[in-house]
């Protein structure tokens, strides 16, 4: 694999996310789910399943975003991913992405609707991952955080809003 993140950031084609971090699309399954499939959390067909490259350097962040489908991430190479999800419930949970004795696994979920970030720290300076959404990711299931409704919600979160937004 490659010794760095900009050498990744050329080789695999990765663009600026909006959240933060690069990526690029791999996969957009040519199968369609019909609206009607998808009762009430989205506005039109959507693919069955999608997929990209996702990559974070060391003091890069995934601001804090939501979906309204499932996601999947893989850990492929360079250092674990902390993952932050914020429970409707109020609760905050830490899910360490990548291999062990440091990460949980090689392979996480992200429940839909759920307020989530992603940060790296360690000696390879990146994180590799893939990311497989399903049904499909669509900007229009995308929201970024607002910082100010958040910590309204979630006031007992601060430091964590405020290091994600």
């Given amino acids: 694999m490659a010794s760095d993140a900009e050498t990744l950031v050329l080789m695999l084609g990765l663009e600026p996310h909006p959240e933060g ?3 690029r699309e791999l996969y957009r399954s040519d199968e369609q789910i019909p609206a009607a499939g998808l009762p009430g959390r989205y506005e039109g067909p959507r693919a069955c399943s999608t997929g990209i490259y996702y990559l974070l350097r060391t003091g890069d962040r995934s601001r804090l975003h ?3 489908s499932d996601e999947l991430w893989h850990y492929y190479d360079g250092d674990p991913v902390t993952l932050h999800v914020l429970h ?5 949970q830490r899910i360490i992405l990548g291999p062990p004795p440091e990460g949980e696994g090689w392979q996480i979920a992200v429940r839909h609707d759920v307020w989530f970030g992603a940060e790296t ?3 390879a300076g990146y994180a590799l991952v893939g990311c497989t959404v399903a049904p499909g990711f669509d900007y229009a ?5 607002d910082p100010d409704a958040l910590l309204a919600r979630f006031p007992q979160h601060a430091e964590l809003i405020r290091r994600l937004s």
């Fill in 21 to 23: 971090g690069y990526y």
């Fill in 66 to 68: 939501r979906v309204r």
């Fill in 88 to 92: 409707e419930d109020g609760s905050h």
């Fill in 121 to 123: 720290e360690g000696p």
């Fill in 141 to 145: 299931d995308f929201e970024l955080a």
